[in-house]
């Protein structure tokens, strides 16, 4: 079952938006918004509790399917920054340049977002 969406889609798709115009430097409450948009994003098409992806502060999601941690610090998690991630999320970073410019901190066997970046369903006119 995919998880419930917090963020409105219009809201958070018109927040990605204002924070691509901003050159990924939009404020604060935009740039929250646009993460945790994104982030449910991906939890809805890769449902699961495998691994955990953070942009502190903004917010954090569990997704893809496989083994379910419940206690503890989670053995498969990815870090970065609310830009990079926003990056990522639309494409403008590839996740190999992200990692190789260690712009992701990426722990675990299975901390990688291989083929689900970029979310295909933001559709951000260029």
Known sequence: MPPRRRTPVAEGHAALVACRE????AD???T???VRYT???L???APGRTVEVRVPPHGAVQCIEGPVHTRGTPPNVIETDA???LRLAVGDLAWEAALDGARVRA???????DGLLPLTSL???S
């Open 22 to 25: 901003a050159g990924w430097e």
């Open 28 to 30: 604060r409450r935009t």
């Open 32 to 34: 929250a918004t646009a």
């Open 39 to 41: 982030l449910e994003e």
């Open 43 to 45: 939890a809805t098409i």
């Open 83 to 85: 830009a990079t991630w």
């Open 107 to 113: 722990s675990g066997q299975r901390a990688h977002l």
């Open 123 to 125: 559709r951000l006119d």
